[in-house]
C-alpha cells in the first residue's frame, strides 16, 4: 500500500513540479454517482469492477502517474484517486473524502501527455511486433497493435476513418477467438495502414518531455496480453 504522504516521493514523476498538484489525504468515491464506466483495458488487468477492465471506474495500479495518466487519456475523466493498490476515475469532484491512504487529483494533475498521432506511429515502428519473418507471442503482439490502433483511432482522418474501424474490429476478433489462422492476415492488415499514413503521421507534434508512467512499447516491449502499462 503507498501511503498518500508518501504519494509524491514514489509517484514516477516525483522531480516533476506535477506533485505540488495532487491532493494528499483526499479519496474521491464513486457514490453511487460519480464513477465512469469506460474501457481501461490497457491501463490495468486487475482491480477491476466485476473483473471486468473494459467497463469499469476503477483498476489495479502501484504507480500513481499510470493513474493520472488514465485520467488524462480518458475524456470523461475529471479527477482521480490512488491508493491501496487501486485508481478510482470519476467524472466529477462529489463524493471527495478524507482517506489517510489515498492520493487525488484534477484531470490535469497527470504527467506530460503523448500525443496520439506520435504514439501510433512510435508504438506500430516497435521492432518486436515484426511477426512475418519470425515467432511471436501472438496475443501480446494483438494487444499491441490494438494499442497503436486505439492511438490512431482518436486522430484518424476522415479517408482511412473506415480503414482504422476495419482493422480495429480484426484485431479485436482475434484478440477475442485467438484463431492462429488469421493472425499473420491481421498483423499484414494493420501494417499496411500504418504504412499508408506513416508520412502523415511523422508530420505531428512530438512529446515535450518523454518520461514518467510511459506505456510498455514505448520502453520497447511489447504490451501484455491485455494491459500496456
Not at 489525504?25 to 482491480?47: E, K, M, P, Q, W
Not at 504514439?119 to 512475418?132: F, I
Request: one cysteine or more; hydrophobic letters at 40%.
Amino acid at each position: 500500500m503507498v501511503e498518500a504522504s508518501s504519494a509524491c516521493s514514489t509517484c514516477s514523476f516525483a522531480e516533476n513540479r506535477l506533485c505540488e498538484c495532487i491532493e494528499e489525504g483526499i479519496v474521491y468515491r464513486h457514490a453511487g454517482a460519480h464513477g465512469i464506466f469506460v474501457d481501461l483495458n490497457f491501463f490495468g488487468s486487475t482491480g477491476c469492477w466485476q473483473n471486468d477492465c473494459r467497463s469499469t471506474d476503477k483498476f489495479h495500479s502501484d504507480d500513481v502517474g499510470i493513474c493520472a495518466r488514465a485520467c488524462w487519456q480518458i475524456q470523461e475523466c475529471t479527477h482521480w484517486s490512488f491508493g491501496e493498490g487501486s485508481c478510482f476515475l470519476r467524472k466529477s469532484e462529489g463524493g471527495m473524502e478524507s482517506a489517510g491512504s489515498f492520493a487525488s487529483g484534477p484531470k490535469a494533475c497527470a504527467p506530460p501527455p503523448l500525443p496520439d498521432a506520435w504514439l501510433a506511429r512510435q508504438v506500430a515502428k516497435l521492432p518486436a511486433l515484426d511477426c512475418e519473418n519470425g515467432t511471436c507471442d501472438m496475443v501480446c503482439t494483438a494487444t499491441t497493435w490494438r494499442f497503436a490502433i486505439s492511438a490512431l483511432q482518436r486522430v484518424a482522418i476522415d479517408n482511412i476513418r473506415a480503414l482504422v474501424h476495419q482493422i480495429a474490429t480484426d484485431t479485436d476478433t482475434f484478440i477475442r477467438q485467438r484463431h492462429e489462422e488469421i493472425f499473420l492476415d491481421v498483423v499484414k492488415n494493420n501494417r499496411l495502414v500504418f504504412e499508408a499514413v506513416d508520412g502523415w503521421l511523422a508530420l505531428q507534434p512530438e512529446p515535450t518531455q518523454l518520461k514518467y508512467a510511459l506505456p510498455l512499447p514505448i520502453l520497447g516491449e511489447l504490451c501484455g496480453p491485455s494491459s500496456c502499462y
